[in-house]
Structures are given as C-alpha cells and as structure tokens.
C-alpha cells in the first residue's frame, strides 16, 4: 500500500479488474463487438448517403442457402446474401437496442428508485403509484403504442422498450437503498452535513452499483430478443439486416437442413452475452473493495 | 445559568413516535445543558430515550419522530426551527458525532483518508488537504498509511480512532460520543477513552457522552443524567451523583457495572 495509488473508486476498480484474466478476455470481446458495430453503422451510413447497395444486401439468387465455403464463409441465406456479412451488420443493430434502451431505462429506473428509497413518504408513495401504473400495462401494447407516435425503425424500438422496462431497475434500486438508509455509514454521513443529493449519489450508489451492473448484463439478451419480435411484427429495423431478422428466416429453414444461418447468428448472441455478462460480474467483484484482499 | 456558560441548552424537548394509543415518548419534556469545555453523559439502559435525544440536537431522528415541544439552544439559535441547509452547515462543522459501532459507521467502498477529506472539503476550504488528513491521523495516533486503507482491512479500535480524527476534522465545538466504545473489547475501550478525554482538554471542546457505563461517566463525565423511559429521573456533578446517588434507578445502573470481584451485594442484575 502507497500513498501514491490512485484513490479513486474506478481507478481501484481498474486495477483489480486488469489483474482477472477472463474479464479481460470479454473485455477484448466486448471491445471486438464494439467495433464491429462501428464497422456496420459506418459501412450503414456510408451506402445511405451515396445511394449504393452495401454487399450484405447483394443478392444473388445462384448463390442461394450455400453452405460455409472459403467464398462465403458462413454460407448464404435464401436470397444469396453472405451471412458473414450480414450478421457483422447486425451486430450494430443489437449494440443499438441494448445500449441505447438501458440508456434510457438505467437512468430512469436508477433514478425513481433512489429517491423513492431514500426519501421515502409521498415521494415513494408517488414513484410508486408511478412505475405500478407502467407495470399494469401489457408491455407490447405500450411498445406498440410508441411505435405508432413516432413512427416505424429504430427510434420506435429504444423508446418503447426504455421505457417500458426501467420498473424493474426502479424497484430493485428502492428496495436496496431501502436497506441501505438504515445503515449507520448513512447516519454518519449525514451527521457530516452531506446533502441528501450527495449521500445517495455519492455514497449509497457505489454500494448497490452491483444491482445496476448485472441489471445492465442481463438486460441485453432481452432486449436484443424484443428487438426480434418487434421486427417480425413489421415495426422494428427496416432496411438493415438485425440478428432478430435473421434468426426469425433462419428458423424456417432449419428442417430442411439449412443450419449454418441459424448456428452463426446464435453463436454471436451467446458469445455477446456471456462477454457482458462475465464483465460485469468481474466489474462487480472489482468494485466491491472488500472481494480483493 | 446564561447561554454564555453553557454551549448547549436543551429545554422541556419531547420527542414522541406513533399516532395515538401507540405513542412512545422516546424522550418526555428532557431538560439538560453542556457547559464549554465541559463534559456531560447522558446515562441509561437500552430504550432509554438518550440515542434519541442526542440524535434530536441536530435532527438527524429518524424519520417517523415527531417533535413535540421544546427548544435546543445552540450557539444562540433553536435548532429545531432551522431549516435543513442551515442544519447540514452546523453538522460536522460545530457538532459532530461519534456512533457506537465504527466497523459499519464507513462506507466500505472508499479508503479511511477519502472519508475524512470528504468532511474536509465540506467545511473548510483552502486548505491543504493532504497535510491536515496526516495531522489528523497523527492526533489519533494512527500512521498516515492508513489513509489508503478501506474501513475492513482495519480493526475496530483503529477505526473509532478513525471516526475521532473524522469528528475533529472541522474543529467543532461539540462532539456528541453515543455509546463510542460500547462495540469495542475492553482493552482497546480504555485506549479510546483515553484518548477522547486528552483530546477533549488539548483542544476545548466541550463533549456529549451517551453511555450506559458508569464506569465512564466517573473517568470523563464532569456532569451526569440519568435517563428512564424517556425522563430525566436525577442529575448533578458526577461526583455528588457517584457517591450519594438518590434515585433507586441510579443506584440500580451503577450496580449494573460488572467487575472481576464484585462488592458484596453490588455485581450485575438484570434491571425490572
């Protein structure tokens, strides 16, 4: 121990973190997804402005349900189209949905939940009321509704499953900053004269960010799965290849022994979310000060 | 007595829980006062009201308690009636407070040294920070690596240490110490008390000892309460109270004291 190491909690975080060799295999993974999905936005935009059609939608109907060779190297799909290529295009699609809708969910349900835990009263009475009203409706139907306002694509999808799904965050992140009230480490914050602001956000947040990480882990499996639905009802991703699309074709085929579009396009999702998974069970580890001695 | 000899005056302060038939008055028309530089405990078993009333002098009661009559007069102000941004200025600044368990009186998640800077930053500005962290370890006794540590890679002892240096690190004028040693083994009890009774007269302050040890009140206390469901049941110098103590409930407390070789008819018995 030094006086010379970095006192911060992330920084903390990073240095226990680096040390766990598979965390920092997902992380390579992680990272490999994220720019791929770079990759597929910028390849996405880049035929969007010119006009052109980008390879994944080359079809080529001679060419149809071939199997892995060294041209293709995960086969074709029924339109000819390369699967390689269109599930790299896909990954952009997933890191969108998942992303973007804990984006918009986290902070939300982050939020209510630890003011209403906090402060308790009518402020908890409300968020109460507030996330029982959300939870009462069929979720699809709300998502759907959504759709309708803001139109067809991807905006329809983030709005609608953000916030749609921050009820369950909210309640986990109440009933944790419930418990954490009673602590004396809250008393003897506030016995300091820390603002109410400063004391959730600064002290009671770290200790449940474990709540918030794994909710974050498991929330992209989810949403990349709404996202599937969503487009095989017709009012999800339009004009781009999403693994949801995928896997719904591939699924048709797969009796007639077409395996390779459905395999590939499976593997990626598990292999994305184990990644995230794993990280933010490291990341949750690494966070919690008293695992690492 | 004038406000001017005394740094805390607490008046006819009731403090009830509950609607109704079910109201508890934790603390029922409690009058007290801490002169400068004085030391004053409030002594009584469990349930007796003096957690709550010391948690009342800047409001930090839970929140299901009401208040229901009375003042507590500090530096020319009645507390009760500030509000909370002139509350949280006064707390950790002018009072502050020790609890009785410091192995979960941290936040486990941040170093010993980030804590106590976090109280610097609050009330003192422009000052070194670093430096005034070491000098405030270095008055506890405690080595400045520790700075680094977090609050379980220490020991009980060291931590309440910890929490002193904490408490002193706005220069307040009133500590309030609830129960500081009862979490604590006996050998490192004395060291903690020690140390507060030095540091009490090394820097003036004027101390609020909650306890339930008489043991306590006779090393550091100049003043003593007794506290019984929530009253006031005797007071006076702690010598006068120690050596002719009035009320059967006092004399009860103090035989309550458990010691290696008990006089006869003294030793510990459980209180109706």
Known sequence: MNMERNQSLW????????????????????????????YGEVLYRYHDIKDTTPAYQNTDLDMAFKAPSSKHWMGTDGLGRDVMARLVQGVSIAYKVGIITSLIAIPIGVFFGCIAGYFGGKVD??????????????????????AMVVGKGLLGIYLGIGLTTWVGICRLMRGEVI????????????????????????????????????????????????????????????????????????????????????????????????????????????LDPRLND | MTTADNILEVQNLSVHFGHGDETVKAVDDVSFVVGHGETLALVGESGSGKSISALSITKLTPRAARFEGGQVMFGGQNMLSLSDRELRGIRGSQISYIFQEPMVSFNPVYTIGWQIEEALKLHRKGIDRKVEISHLLDLVYLPDRLATAYPHQMSGGQLQRCMIAMALACSPELLVADEPTTALDVTVQREILNLLAELSKKVNLSVLMITHNFGIVSDLADHVCVMKKGKIVEEGQTRQVLDDPQHDYTKQLMAAVPRLHPAKGGGVSPMK
Not at chain 1, 11 to 30: E, P, T
Not at chain 1, 125 to 146: C, E, K, N, R
Not at chain 1, 275 to 286: C, E, V, Y
């Open chain 1, 11 to 38: 920084g903390d975080a990073w240095q226990r973190l680096k040390k766990n060799r598979i965390a920092m295999a997902c992380l390579s993974l992680v990272v490999l997804f994220t720019v791929l999905a770079v």
């Open chain 1, 125 to 146: 009475d409300f968020v109460v009321w507030l996330y029982s009203t959300f939870a009462s409706m069929p979720g699809l139907l709300f998502i759907l509704a959504i």
């Open chain 1, 179 to 286: 418990k954490h009230k009673g602590q004396t480490y809250v008393l003897a914050a506030q016995a300091l004269g820390l603002s109410s602001g400063r004391i959730i956000f600064r002290h009671i947040l770290p200790n449940v960010m474990h709540v918030i990480i794994v909710t974050f882990t498991l929330r992209f499996p989810a949403a990349v799965g709404t996202e599937v639905f969503l487009s095989f009802l017709g009012i999800g991703v339009q004009d781009q290849p999403s693994w949801g699309l995928m896997i719904n074709s591939a699924r048709m085929r797969l009796w007639q022994g077409i395996w390779w579009e459905m395999t590939f396009v499976t593997l990626a999702v598990f292999l994305l979310v184990l990644a995230f998974n794993l990280l933010g069970d490291a990341l949750r580890d690494a």
